[in-house]
């Protein structure tokens, strides 16, 4: 081959690897850019006015710690014996907070309105604090909540405890095992966790941040595992779980809701054509969904 032919061959090639690099720079920037803009639709700052006029937020801490607070939603008017909604963000027990617009927005829309108080709650996390210790932050809020409840007009007892992800496995710990709260709420919705028998999930194949979450001791696992601390005790969850998402977290709702009926109690199963994020952020639009999810609701505050 002439030299001719090697430097144009050598010259072609370098051509096809600098295209190949370049397309793979310009889908990391366009993946780069959409996970900034979905940083930003988290973060935009949610306008309640225009939610509904004359509602009122109020923050406060329900511990020592700065990450130990809560964001009240309070509607108009004079409320008496007003039902109130806990919401529990989730973020892979590592990131996340209360005012995240995929958290609170349609669910301010929808139950704002009807009269609801919604309380959305942070709680410390990974590193500071595992899984666990999470759990105790989520029930130290539930007290404060039913211990302030009266302030804003709303019931002590009609209480819906909500969580998606991460802080979904933290409500459903705490349905589970509801003397980690003390006094009883009406009930639990458990949006899409895949976390409900910890020593399972932990023997198979999962992402590393669960075992910042749970540690390596199997009696860690046990103690922030909703399956392993259930008792016929617990108080009633709704578990909605997504049918996309590929570790099937319907099945860990399934089997759940097999112990549960093993003593006569009922857990709904709630699954969803929705991705892990939509079963979030959808909750509140108008549809099966939210109907749904309001039937169980209006079942147990009738209670």
Same mark, same amino acid.
């Given at each position: 081959?002439?030299?001719?032919?090697?430097?144009?061959?050598?010259?072609?090639?370098?051509?096809?690897?600098?295209?190949?690099?370049?397309?793979?720079?310009?889908?990391?920037?366009? %993946?780069?850019?959409?996970?900034?803009?979905?940083?930003?639709?988290?973060?935009?700052?949610?306008?309640?006015?225009?939610?509904?006029?004359?509602?009122?937020?109020?923050?406060?801490?329900?511990?020592?710690?700065?990450?130990?607070?809560?964001?009240?939603?309070?509607?108009?008017?004079?409320?008496?014996?007003?039902?109130?909604?806990? %919401?529990?963000?989730?973020?892979?027990?590592?990131?996340?907070?209360?005012?995240?617009?995929?958290?609170?927005?349609?669910?301010?829309?929808?139950?704002?309105?009807?009269?609801?108080?919604?309380?959305?709650?942070?709680?410390?996390?990974?590193?500071?604090?595992?899984?666990?210790?999470?759990?105790?932050?989520?029930?130290?809020?539930?007290?404060?909540?039913?211990?302030?409840?009266?302030?804003?007009?709303?019931?002590?007892?009609?209480?819906?405890?909500?969580?998606?992800?991460?802080?979904?496995?933290?409500?459903?710990?705490?349905?589970?095992?509801?003397? %980690?709260?003390?006094?009883?709420?009406?009930?639990?919705?458990?949006?899409?966790?895949?976390?409900?028998?910890?020593?399972?999930? %932990?023997?198979?194949?999962?992402?590393?941040?669960?075992?910042?979450?749970?540690?390596?001791?199997?009696?860690?696992?046990?103690?922030?595992?909703?399956?392993?601390?259930?008792?016929?005790?617990?108080?009633?969850?709704?578990?909605?779980?997504?049918?996309?998402?590929?570790?099937?977290?319907?099945?860990?709702?399934?089997?759940?809701?097999?112990?549960?009926?093993?003593?006569?109690?009922?857990?709904?199963?709630?699954?969803?054509?929705?991705?892990?994020?939509?079963?979030?952020?959808?909750?509140?639009?108008?549809?099966?969904?939210?109907?749904?999810?309001?039937?169980?609701?209006?079942?147990?505050?009738?209670?």
């Amino acid at each position: 081959m002439t030299l001719a032919a090697v430097l144009a061959v050598s010259l072609s090639a370098g051509g096809a690897v600098d295209a190949q690099i370049g397309l793979r720079g310009k889908m990391r920037e366009r %993946m780069m850019q959409r996970l900034q803009d979905k940083k930003a639709e988290e973060e935009r700052p949610i306008d309640l006015q225009a939610i509904l006029p004359g509602a009122r937020k109020l923050t406060a801490s329900y511990g020592v710690d700065p990450a130990q607070a809560v964001d009240v939603y309070v509607p108009p008017g004079i409320l008496r014996d007003a039902p109130v909604i806990v %919401m529990v963000h989730g973020g892979a027990w590592k990131i996340g907070d209360k005012a995240n617009t995929g958290s609170v927005e349609n669910k301010l829309r929808h139950w704002l309105p009807r009269g609801y108080v919604f309380v959305s709650v942070n709680y410390r996390m990974l590193p500071q604090a595992m899984a666990y210790a999470q759990a105790q932050d989520v029930a130290a809020a539930l007290r404060w909540t039913q211990g302030h409840a009266a302030d804003w007009g709303a019931s002590d007892r009609r209480i819906i405890l909500m969580g998606h992800s991460a802080g979904a496995h933290l409500v459903a710990l705490l349905s589970s095992r509801p003397q %980690m709260v003390g006094k009883p709420w009406a009930g639990t919705v458990v949006l899409d966790s895949a976390a409900m028998k910890v020593s399972t999930t %932990m023997a198979g194949r999962h992402p590393k941040f669960y075992d910042e979450a749970f540690g390596s001791d199997p009696a860690g696992w046990a103690q922030a595992s909703p399956m392993d601390q259930w008792t016929p005790a617990a108080t009633p969850m709704l578990l909605v779980c997504s049918t996309k998402r590929p570790d099937k977290p319907c099945d860990d709702a399934r089997a759940f809701q097999t112990l549960a009926k093993r003593s006569g109690v009922p857990m709904p199963v709630l699954p969803q054509a929705l991705s892990h994020a939509d079963v979030n952020r959808t909750l509140g639009l108008p549809g099966a969904y939210t109907d749904a999810v309001d039937r169980f609701i209006a079942e147990r505050l009738g209670r």
